[in-house]
């Protein structure tokens, strides 16, 4: 089928690596990136009503995509007839988790042979909605599509890649333009506030903000105020179409101590070293390693930590950086690359950046704000 809107052969292979005869993706950014955007918006946010919650289901036999269902809820009916989706079937007799899962468990017995293996999100499957499956599907053995479904994600397109550098550069903005609110008295809570508002005026749904002020390592907004002479760290994530970028950028009321200077100094340091290493083919361990060395070479190492992760869709998704792990990173790969240092004295001095694989080296998404933001 043409207008599948993810790559149907690499489907497959993910799928035929893990033995998964066919796949039900039941999590909000599965189901979006499967039906190429769609998702019942009045749940999207609010998933919860009365004793139950919404659940959507994409049901997809290995090798078989002109056989892809999708089971919704019937509030969907005019958003998806305002908004088709390729899905050669459409259920909207589900809704609440059991009843999705029933409908789900009926559209695949007629695809699937009676003992087949089917992949299900393990954590984003409610007990209900097991049960139901396990009902409609006795003889099924149920396995865990999660890293499978990551596997499909892990490699972006140029037009995911677009939104990806849009959200960065939006929550990069976001954050720089809280740290100019500044002032007596301004609470975190207050600067939380302003980082969503500027999201939102750009577009992007704000997902959180850690807030630390001063000597302390309280990171949720709260009535601690920003006072002079303090340094904040702003750690905020939002996300276009589930789609999100996560970054952290540091300001200080007046100038910085010459400590925090330093503490931030080499932050940088480490983050643009590293960077050097993000290429394709750099082994995930290697990258780690390089990142645990830099580290070690900072004057401020033993308080100091260096963290990567593969984002996106997800926080945390492929790559996964691990130190015993040899493989490579490959182009169209997102990295969240982080450095921080706790200190007494100064606080929780951080720089968080996202970084892309190209196909020569890498790209800084959202780099905006990496210097000190001065606030009176």
């Not at 019942?40 to 269902?69: M, W």
């Not at 390729?86 to 695809?111: E, F, H, I, K, M």
């Not at 140029?158 to 720089?176: C, K, Y």
């Amino acid at each position: 089928m043409s207008n599948v809107p993810f790559d149907a052969a690499k489907l497959n292979h993910v799928l035929e690596e893990a033995g998964i005869d066919a796949v039900l993706a039941t999590s909000r950014h599965n189901v979006r990136y499967l039906t190429g955007g769609y998702y019942d918006h009045f749940h999207a946010l609010a998933p919860r009503g009365g004793a139950g919650q919404y659940e959507a289901f994409v049901g997809i036999p290995r090798g078989r995509v002109d056989s892809a269902f999708y089971v919704g809820g019937g509030s969907e009916k005019r958003q998806l007839t305002a908004m088709p989706i390729w899905l050669p079937v459409v259920d909207v007799s589900g809704g609440p988790t059991g009843q999705s899962a029933a409908a789900a468990g009926s559209l695949l017995r007629s695809r699937v042979s009676e003992h087949a293996t089917i992949g299900i999100e393990f954590p984003f499957t409610p007990a209900d909605s097991f049960q139901a499956l396990q009902r409609e599907l006795p003889h099924v053995r149920f396995v865990d599509a999660t890293n499978a479904l990551h596997e499909l994600r892990a490699i972006k397109t140029a037009e995911e890649l677009a939104v990806l550098r849009r959200v960065a550069d939006g929550v990069a903005e976001s954050i720089v333009a809280a740290f100019r609110v500044g002032h007596d008295g301004v609470t975190t809570r207050d600067l939380s506030a302003v980082v969503a508002h500027q999201m939102g005026d750009r577009g992007i749904e704000f997902l959180w903000s850690f807030t630390c002020a001063g000597p302390s390592y309280l990171r949720a907004p709260s009535t601690m105020t920003w006072d002079r002479g303090q340094v904040l760290h702003l750690d905020c994530g939002g996300e276009i179409g589930d789609w999100l970028a996560d970054i952290c950028r540091m300001g200080c009321r007046g100038e910085p101590s010459t400590l925090a200077r330093e503490l931030h100094a080499e932050c940088l340091q480490l983050q643009d070293e590293i960077r050097r290493w993000i290429r394709p083919g750099t082994p995930y361990g290697e990258l780690a390693a390089e990142g645990e060395a830099a580290l070690r070479r900072l004057p401020h190492a033993a308080i100091g930590r260096f963290v990567a992760h593969g984002i996106g869709m997800v926080s945390h998704e492929q790559p996964m950086i691990a130190p015993d792990s040899t493989r490579p990173l490959e182009a169209g790969m997102v990295l969240s690359v982080e450095t921080e240092f706790l200190e007494p004295t100064v606080g929780h001095v951080k720089i968080e950046d996202v970084v892309a694989v190209t196909s020569d080296g890498y790209e800084g998404m959202g780099d905006l704000g990496r210097d000190w933001q001065i606030a009176s």
